[in-house]
């Protein structure tokens, strides 16, 4: 038997590229009933409040009080946890049980997401249950920040966010495996070096381990990278096979869909030979959803769905355009080292595109095509804005 809960949590961006705690403050306490407080005030208070460590944009300590004070109907507590199984578990009780999205620390300490779902093989019975095994959550990543200018703030039930493009997408779904790989990997550093961090509910995490866990399904060596066309036909298995084609948010999306365009190779830099496909699918020449497809195994990653499509599920630029962008203008060079024109046929640009969390993209689906030229790097995200390099921050 499978089980899959997933909340009416409605989705919101970030108003800034730092408030990400803030927008998740905001879905989760509309969900409680406080209405879309102003992402303005509650980044003041998730950042005033963070007050255990120094250096953190909204601390984990910080987004507790405001989830906490801003609202009196539900309490929440701040776990920061040994394993990423434990903490993972505590989200899916308190979904299960508590009927309430938690917010859980990602990327290392870089990025809070709401966790409105899970999938797992039962429900679980208690917050210390082990017998149960995970196999997916569905998210709300309020990354990407809203366009300036945009209509938010202030926010509404009709602002856009979630419409796809530049606004982001409501529906996503993340594999056990990704989640554990790429999104709940542990704070690197600090006062909660090593713990996986989430604000959940107030009952006692696991104290025991499970006899087995979900695990990766490997199904190639990963010698050769899985063709383009190969990763097409896998995702459009994977959509079926992991349920998301019978969901209700998911139907009008999958419904019908075929492979639209050629999927886009995308490597980590943050890894060693690690790579995944980007698979857009849709009807017509419409993006209503798209599949990460890992590049060396074939396993489903996650994916993203548009159910009323108005923009795309998928932002991405063709040869020409990556071109205009590229050479097209000056660009500044990172620090006060001026600016520079980048003369073509001297700079190389990648053929594939490339990503890691950064406070320039805290979504896979939002990677670069790689820019060198002579000692510089520069970094052409895949809606056309350019960096001269990729920063982070803690908490954005």
Not at 102 to 110: C, F, I, L, Q
Not at 299 to 306: H, K, N, P, S, V
Request: with cysteine; hydrophobic share 30%; glycine share 10%.
């Amino acid at each position: 038997m499978t089980v899959h809960e997933d909340l009416p949590t409605v989705y919101h961006q970030q108003d800034t590229d730092y408030y990400c705690g803030a927008a998740c403050a905001q879905m989760v306490l509309d969900q409680c009933g406080q209405g879309l407080l102003g992402q303005a005030g509650l980044y003041s208070d998730n950042h005033s409040h963070s007050t255990t460590e120094s250096g953190w944009y909204t601390a984990p300590d910080g987004l507790r009080w405001t989830l906490n004070n801003r609202q009196s109907g539900r309490y929440f507590v701040l776990d920061a946890l040994d394993t990423e199984d434990a903490i993972s578990r505590m989200i899916a009780w308190t979904v299960h049980h508590y009927r309430v999205s938690p917010v859980a620390m990602v990327y290392g300490s870089d990025h809070w997401i709401v966790v409105r779902g899970y999938t797992a093989s039962d429900a679980p019975t208690s917050s210390g249950d082990v017998g149960y095994s995970i196999s997916g959550f569905d998210v709300n990543n309020p990354w990407p920040p809203v366009p300036t200018p945009g209509p938010p703030p202030p926010h509404s039930t009709s602002d856009g966010c979630g419409s796809g493009g530049t606004r982001g997408v409501a529906d996503e779904h993340i594999s056990i495996t990704q989640w554990r790989d790429t999104y709940m990997t542990g704070i690197p550093g600090g006062y909660w070096n090593g713990k996986f961090v989430a604000v959940c509910d107030p009952e006692p995490p696991p104290t025991r381990h499970p006899e087995r866990q979900e695990g990766d399904d490997r199904r190639r060596e990963g010698e050769e990278l899985v063709s383009w066309r190969r990763a097409a036909d896998l995702a459009l298995h994977a959509v079926d096979e992991v349920g998301l084609t019978g969901r209700e948010g998911w139907r009008a999306a999958l419904d019908g869909v075929a492979l639209v365009g050629r999927p886009q190779l995308v490597q980590r830099l943050d890894r060693v030979d690690d790579f995944y496909w980007i698979v857009p699918c849709g009807r017509g020449e419409q993006v209503t959803a798209v599949v990460d497809i890992d590049a060396r195994f074939g396993t489903y990653l996650q994916a993203r769905a548009l159910p009323q499509a108005h923009e795309t599920a998928l932002l991405t630029l063709d040869e020409k355009e990556v071109e205009e962008r590229v050479y097209g203008t000056t660009h500044r060079l990172p620090g006060r080292l001026g600016e520079v024109r980048i003369r073509p046929d001297i700079a190389c640009i990648s053929r594939h595109w490339v990503w890691r969390p950064c406070r320039e993209s805290l979504s896979p689906y939002y990677p670069f095509k790689l820019v060198s030229y002579g000692a510089h790097r520069f970094y052409l995200r895949s809606d056309g804005r350019l960096f001269a390099q990729l920063t982070g921050g803690r908490g954005i």
